[in-house]
């Protein structure tokens, strides 16, 4: 990378050296930034996905589920829907992190957001 190459786009940052662009590309803060934008928490309805891309069977029946927010499954087929959808656009957007070099290439934890880049359904 040439002197302008240690600008991170995501996070406004700049590095000095390589040593410094790597420390801040495997930082949390960074990472975040990969995956959520300022415009998200308006775009988005439901909750955050939890880590099962399926309805809950309790919800299903009752209308009501005794886990509230804490549940990992979907409560009604919008929230799956929207689920579905905003796991394609994390997708995209750490495609194109990676793309630009704004990743390690062999990183693959994500703390939380590990689960939506998991293929399984």
Known sequence: ADMMGYHCWLCGKNSNSKKQWQQHIQSEKHKEKVFTSDNDSSCWNYRF?????RLCERFQ??????EGEKCNFAHGQDEL???L????????????????????????DFGKYNFLLCDSI
Do not use: I, N, S, Y
């Open 61 to 66: 029946k009752t209308k009501g589920c005794p």
């Open 49 to 53: 996905p939890m880590g099962e891309f």
């Open 85 to 108: 959808d905003r796991r394609e656009v994390m997708k995209q957007k750490l495609a194109k992190a990676r793309k630009d070099m704004l990743l390690c290439p062999r990183d693959d």
């Open 81 to 83: 829907t929207e689920w």
